[in-house]
């Protein structure tokens, strides 16, 4: 009796082993391994463990790593206002035992779905009075307030403050609610088809031109597309695009996009649409997001070509038309409507220029300007998310004699959460502080597309310029 | 004979290892490390504040902007103290082996005020003591501390000016040469 119960216990033992060894290091399916849903920002590669887990050994530090390699630029650009090097003096040793802000993962912890709010934060919503509680002794207009709502009033954010530092507030008073609209830059181009046009003039080139000519005979209609696109313009024939490694590649993707447009795919792939094949998994489906999409598009993988229809390129599709095919969230489909859609109805009948349409992309991929002497980050130019860059900024740096260039950020999540990282590179561009400020605090506003006025004030301008005429 | 020849040779074997190891290393005094940290500190802190931003700024040829959101301007730059605690970031991302801040009784952001008893104990020691420096011992988690506090004295009127105008500043009636905080040194030991 012994010894089944040694020879039941030893098989048991051994097919568990195999059963996590084979998870763990050959399925393609690791979902069994999982402790619980991802947050929204990760579920997309919540089974691309090793994304986070960058190591099987090692503490706290090397999900920190992870959490900043993918995130640490876009919080310098931020100019965050919690820098984990802000609390590594031990004289905060007291404040870490409460929350260890060094480390990402005490308010954003993972896999803890039933507890994660907005913003992926995991903590209690008043985490600011464990530094801040003498804020309602020093400051009259504060006395009283929940320390819940320091975050998630429109006041302030624990990053991203740029838009709601006082200073700031104070300068930016008293503004009329709405200005003229601003005629968007065109982004540039100088650079991107040089990888193109050094594979045209290769003398590989010559040999996929037989294969080029006969593939314009078969597609007339393609032919015609190209000859009214950008890439046509610019010199980019079949064979930058269709030509890579010595091999004709019959539906370039992001491989051969990249070649050239090394900006707007490495930072579409640190957006929603392109995480997932940053990290090698299959290309997002909109089935796979809890999201409102349309039943017709479930099933359209997310690529390059998803937004810019190949051959034609045309940026005024992928600028509105593109996002609406599968997007069907109340703000989506109150855009048409909307005083942002009609602006750009009106630019498609020519009563107005296109740079002064308001489309989904103007506020989700704003034009900004890349950094001449800055870095450059995983192969992406470093963008200065201060402003969006329009006509009347591009002619002012241009006659400054820099050397400006225009990027298209692709990352179309940057600014959406939280919503305040719009206010000034998007918003301020057309209208008031007060107004960008309180009309991202208007739910209702935000679900009818800014059909209207915000029902509600957010004092902080009212307060901050009490204060400075005391 | 046997037993003898063996104790000999553990002997000169004892001998011989004792004359090939190093000399006991004593390792620099706290407070002469601290001492010459601080230094350092204050020279590059006063450098900076009169060779750069005093002659360069408003006060001077006005071609460089301090301020404390100072990446929202063109020509902006840090103010001194942002200056002085950009470096100790910098330093805390670089080594652990000691760490600094700059703190006052009279801080324009009150993050910056005392915390632990003996920075208020050092910050109104070099108040009451101008001249001296204050030294001690404190635990803070489960690591016991060198901690050295150094007085901040007002070297331009830019410091002065700046802190009197200051909406936040509790103290407004700064005076050149002044203590208007001090630069508090750990070491773990």
Redesign the interface.
């Known amino acids: 009796m012994k010894a089944i119960n040694w020879i039941a216990w030893i098989t048991l033992t051994l097919a568990l082993a195999v059963y996590f060894g084979f998870l763990l290091f050959k399925a393609e399916d690791k979902s069994p391994l999982l402790i619980g849903e991802a947050s929204h920002g990760h579920f997309q590669i919540e089974l691309a463990c090793s994304s986070c887990h960058l190591d099987a050994f090692g503490g706290g530090e090397v999900i920190q790593n992870a959490c900043v390699d993918c995130h640490g630029d876009d919080l310098e650009m931020a ?1 965050d206002s919690h ?1 984990r ?2 609390f ?7 404040l ?2 409460v929350i260890d802000a060094r480390q990402c993962i005490s308010c954003h912890t993972e896999h803890q779905q039933e507890q994660t709010r907005a913003m992926g934060v995991t903590v209690p919503d008043d985490y600011c009075y464990h ?1 801040h509680q ?1 804020i309602g002794d ?1 400051r009259e207009s504060h006395k009283d307030l929940p320390f819940e709502s320091c975050a998630s009033a429109g006041c302030h954010n624990y990053h991203d403050n ?1 838009a709601l ?1 006082e ?2 507030l104070v300068e930016h008073a008293d503004a009329p609610w709405l200005n003229a609209v601003a005629a968007l830059a065109q982004p540039s181009s100088a650079s991107y088809h040089a990888s193109a046009l050094a594979k045209k003039a290769s003398p590989a080139a010559e040999q996929w031109q037989s294969v080029s000519i006969a593939k314009q005979q078969q597609h007339p209609q393609i032919v015609a597309e190209w000859l009214a696109s950008s890439h046509q313009l610019q010199g980019v024939d079949c064979i930058g695009c269709h030509v890579s490694s010595d091999a004709w590649v019959e539906k370039p993707g992001l491989d051969q996009c990249q070649t050239c447009h090394q900006g707007e795919t490495a930072t579409y792939l640190e957006g929603k649409h392109g995480m997932r094949l940053a990290v090698g998994l299959d290309a997002m489906m909109p089935k796979q997001s809890q999201m409102d999409f349309h039943p017709n598009a479930s099933d359209q993988a997310q690529g390059c070509n998803s937004c810019h229809s190949s051959h034609s390129f045309d940026t005024q599709k992928a600028a509105f038309e593109s996002c609406l095919s599968c997007h069907a969230d109340e703000h989506s489909l109150a855009y048409p409507e909307s005083p942002h859609g009609q602006l750009t109805q009106r630019a498609l009948n020519g009563e107005q220029p296109w740079n002064e349409a308001v489309t989904c992309a103007t506020c989700h991929m704003p034009r900004l300007l890349e950094k001449q002497h800055g870095s450059v980050s995983k192969g992406k130019p470093s963008m200065d998310f ?1 402003s969006s860059i329009n006509e009347a900024l591009l002619a002012k740096l241009s006659a400054s004699g820099e050397d400006v260039r225009v990027g298209v950020m692709h990352n179309q999540n940057l600014n959406l959460r939280p919503n305040e990282k719009m206010i000034r590179p998007v918003c301020m561009s057309c209208h008031s502080l007060e107004f960008s400020i309180d009309a991202l605090a208007d739910e209702n506003l935000i679900k009818n597309n800014f059909s209207g006025k915000p029902e509600q004030h957010i004092e902080s301008i009212d307060w901050a310029t009490k ?2 005429m ?1 | 004979m046997k037993k003898r020849v063996m104790t000999a040779a553990i002997a000169a074997l004892t001998l011989g290892m004792t004359g090939c190891g190093e000399p006991e290393s004593k390792g620099i005094d706290p407070k002469i490390y601290t001492d010459s940290l601080f230094a350092v500190m204050k020279a590059d802190r006063t450098n900076y504040t009169k060779l750069v931003v005093k002659r360069l700024g408003p006060a001077g040829a006005d071609v460089i902007k301090p301020a ?2 100072w ?2 301007l063109d020509n902006g730059t840090l103010l001194p103290a942002q200056m002085f605690r950009a470096g ?3 330093v ?2 670089m080594t ?1 082996d000691f ?1 600094y ?1 700059l703190q006052s009784i009279w801080p324009i952001n ?2 910056n005020a005392p ?2 008893p003996m ?1 208020k104990e050092g910050l109104e020691y070099i108040g009451a003591n101008p001249g001296e420096n204050f030294y001690g011992e404190e635990t ?2 489960d ?1 016991t ?1 060198f901690t050295a506090v150094y007085p901040d004295v007002a070297v331009s009127d830019a410091c002065t000016v700046c802190h009197n105008e200051h ?1 936040d500043s509790p103290k407004t009636d700064f005076q050149l040469g002044e203590i208007m905080g001090g630069v ?1 040194i ?1 070491v ?1 030991l």
């Open positions: 100019h820098p090097k802000k590594t003096d031990p004289r905060n040793a007291d870490l035992e530094c003498d020093n740029r530092y200073d700031f201060g204060r400075a005391q | 404390e959101h990446k929202d100790a970031e910098a805390a991302e652990d760490t801040s009150s993050q915390k632990t920075e803070l988690g690591t501390y909406k508090v750990r773990p």
